[in-house]
């Protein structure tokens, strides 16, 4: 029998620019599109830790985030 002790995601995620606004518009869209995420990941409790947070150059942001998976425990994943 097994039995998970600790699990932990890694992602990379691209909040990208939506086509059918103007650019200044679309760029605060997406600032505000990723503070919402990071608001529900602390409304959920999920821990997380930010690795990597990169603006592109046509105003997209790129993130690498550890996070907790499923509730489970993170063990020493995210010290």
Same mark, same amino acid.
Do not use: W
């Given at each position: 029998?097994?039995?998970?002790?600790?699990?932990?995601?890694?992602?990379?995620?691209?909040?990208?620019? @939506?086509?059918? &606004?103007?650019?200044?518009? !679309?760029?605060?869209?997406?600032? *505000?599109?990723? =503070?919402?995420?990071?608001?529900?990941?602390?409304?959920?409790?999920? @821990?997380?830790? &930010?690795?990597?947070?990169? !603006?592109?150059?046509?105003?997209? *942001?790129?993130? =690498?985030?550890?996070?907790?998976?499923?509730?489970?425990?993170?063990?020493?994943?995210?010290?």
């Amino acid at each position: 029998m097994k039995r998970i002790k600790a699990a932990c995601l890694t992602q990379t995620i691209h909040f990208q620019l @939506r086509d059918n &606004l103007p650019h200044d518009a !679309a760029v605060q869209a997406v600032q *505000l599109e990723y =503070e919402q995420y990071k608001r529900t990941m602390d409304r959920n409790g999920t @821990r997380y830790r &930010l690795l990597r947070e990169e !603006a592109q150059a046509d105003g997209s *942001l790129v993130i =690498e985030i550890k996070r907790q998976y499923n509730n489970q425990s993170c063990g020493s994943y995210l010290d």
